[in-house]
């Protein structure tokens, strides 16, 4: 999104929420535009419009959208048929119904992100080798709980702005390389 696409949202959002920038000055104006084109640089400007329309016509607060709030909403348009963690744990549940001895297989039907909260193949193959009550309870539990966390980290990591997520992703790299590598296991330096 360009400087100007921004200011035209940021007017929208003037006409939508008069009050939230009634005491704006000039010079704030023209860093919050500044802010809006950054945060949204990698965006289609039809995509942020369609967003803070969406935005205006169903939240029912008086007051102007975040810029949070507006990437939340574009991935939320972006992904309307996301996976509940109740729909991730059915599939892991039948998944393990043929876990014990095609434990791949079933593992290699799920999901991509069905799989990363499940971990491995392995892991499959150990849920099914135990108790079904357990299963059904604590483990579905833990699992749901699980992937909640990993879709937010997800939803939120798509919602930084590339430069962020560059800078983030030299950094996890930097980790790895003092660490030692993607196994988790602590490398002598």
């Known amino acids: 999104m360009t400087r100007d696409e921004a200011s035209e949202i940021l007017a929208i959002l003037k006409a939508a929420y008069p009050d939230s920038f009634k005491t ?7 860093a919050m535009i500044g802010l809006w084109q950054n945060m949204f640089s990698n965006e289609d400007y039809g995509t942020v419009k369609a967003a803070v329309l969406a935005l205006i016509a169903t939240r029912k607060v008086g007051y102007s959208p975040t810029v949070g709030e507006v990437k939340e909403k574009i991935e ?8 509940t963690e109740q729909a991730a744990w059915a599939l892991v549940s ?4 043929n876990g014990l001895y095609g434990f791949q297989k079933e593992y290699d039907k799920l999901p991509p992100e069905v799989q990363r909260a499940v971990g491995s193949p392995e892991q499959l193959r150990a849920w099914a080798a135990m108790d079904t009550d357990t299963v059904e309870s604590v483990v579905a539990s833990n699992f749901m709980r699980s992937f909640r966390a990993q879709s937010a980290r997800e939803k939120e990591a798509a919602m930084l702005p ?3 997520r560059n800078l983030l992703g030299g950094v996890a790299d930097s ?15």
């Open 24 to 30: 704006l000055k000039m010079r704030d104006g023209l």
């Open 76 to 83: 939320s348009l972006r992904k309307p048929d996301e996976l």
């Open 94 to 97: 039948r998944a393990c119904k």
């Open 162 to 164: 590339p430069e962020v």
């Open 175 to 189: 980790l790895k390389m003092i660490g030692g590598g993607d196994d988790g296991k602590e490398r002598s330096v």
